[in-house]
DNA sequence: CCAAAAGTGTTTCACGTACACCCATGC
DNA sequence: GCATGGGTGTACGTGAAACACTTTTGG
């Protein structure tokens, strides 16, 4: 390893996949390219990796300018560099994915003039670059994720009933869960707490709010506690 | 996304953790720079991307340069991009981890003029960069696969006993394992074929040889088969 | 014959899974 | 009063974990 300014450099982007939920399901969000090469097409939002700023910094950035999303989870992807992913010249892409809490945005949230909005998994148009493969990706890496880490709160409101947990793991996980089996192991975890909310606006009864308490979670993994649904 | 030739570049590398077992146990190996910044300290084998190879062949062809091992298993494990990771300018480094049957090489191998060598995990020398940091993530990620996925494999010669396997577990997830619950789980899954040697050269009853049977491990999968340990 | 590791079964317990009914509420 | 989902308990089977002794071989 010599003198790095000897070499020719690939660019380098971040890419993000953003995750939210709502009535429809899981959703991601996707930008329209206003600019060749894909112009009119849809994207993941992302952009170039400025020299003052790290890897996730920089994945904030470009959620924030071009989505204006409140983000509750970030996480590195993978990163792709396929020679020929970008048709210009090489350009090297580190993927990441978030998780929003889309209840509680506007159903399309834009901050500049760029087009954005939300499609539901698995109706997703097609996207520019190796964007496919990378929705791929974040999929595949959501749905371990939300087996084994608890970071299926973060799609959620701050105040949810068992059965909006549940349909989460299922709409995630792509298979029916057994609601009394699901309740027992979620709350046997003892990581959840009542509130004295209840849901409100439905034609039948209606079911108790709880929260998940992260203070309780990081104390029990200091202890080995291993989160699993 | 505009023109990406308009905006300074990071420089971009790739690193490998290359790990190997050994009677002493799990062993990293490290390259000892000849070069500044670090001049004469222990780092990771590693090296530019050039603007013609992908990631994974760059990694490749950096781990044949330096150190000349033949690779089992490579896979890509996390983008490390903080601002001042090296104190010469920006680079960002695509970490790679590496599995070798290291039995089967001589104790240090190196094909240029650098000194390469094997260290024990937990009693590395000080390492250049944020090298320690990509050993650490590693270390983890390799202990959630080996559980996972059959990749320990990679790290023993083709035949093998099963007290071999064993302490390959038993070293890299850091606690002991029942004799048998151990031999009952993993001659379960059936996806290893005895051989008809036996050990050679050990002051007691020879262990039968097993191979794994990769191919029957693959249709297994297909089948929706999930190893883990 | 001694040291060292190979090889082998059973019992116990926890946990996952399957499964059905009454209750509260809004309309 | 009816439709809709909320909320609850039990029985069964599978798989993980604990546990000790006999056999083989080399020296």
Redesign the pocket.
């Known amino acids: 390893m010599t003198n790095p300014s000897l070499y020719p450099r690939p660019a380098l982007t971040v890419d993000c996949v953003v995750f939210g939920l709502d009535q429809q399901g899981l959703q991601v969000l996707l930008i329209q390219r206003d600019v060749p090469p894909f112009a009119g097409e849809w994207a993941l939002p992302g952009g170039f990796v400025r020299l003052d700023e790290s890897l996730d910094a920089a994945a904030r950035r470009e959620l924030s300018e071009e989505t204006g999303v409140r983000i509750e989870y970030l996480e590195q992807l993978y990163t792709f560099g396929a020679v020929d992913r970008d048709p210009r010249e090489r350009v090297v892409t580190v993927a990441y994915y978030a998780l929003v809490k889309l209840a509680s945005h506007a159903p399309v949230a834009a901050t500049d003039a760029r087009a954005a909005q939300w499609f539901p998994i698995g109706s997703t148009p097609k996207v520019a670059f190796d964007h496919e493969q990378i929705l791929t990706a974040a999929l595949e890496r959501l749905r371990g994720k939300l087996r084994r880490k608890p970071v299926g709160f973060d799609l959620l409101p701050p105040r949810f ?3 909006q947990l549940q349909q989460l793991y299922e709409q995630v996980l792509g298979r029916e869960l ?4 699901f ?3 979620i709350l046997g975890m003892d990581l959840l707490v009542e509130t004295d909310e ?2 409100s ?8 709010l709880y929260r998940f308490d992260v203070k309780k979670y990081q104390r029990l993994c200091l202890q080995g506690f291993h989160f ?1 649904v």
Chains 1, 2 share one sequence.
């Open positions: 009933s068992l059965r057994d609601k009394r089996n309740r027992k192991k209840r849901e606006g439905v034609a039948h009864r209606a079911a108790r699993e």
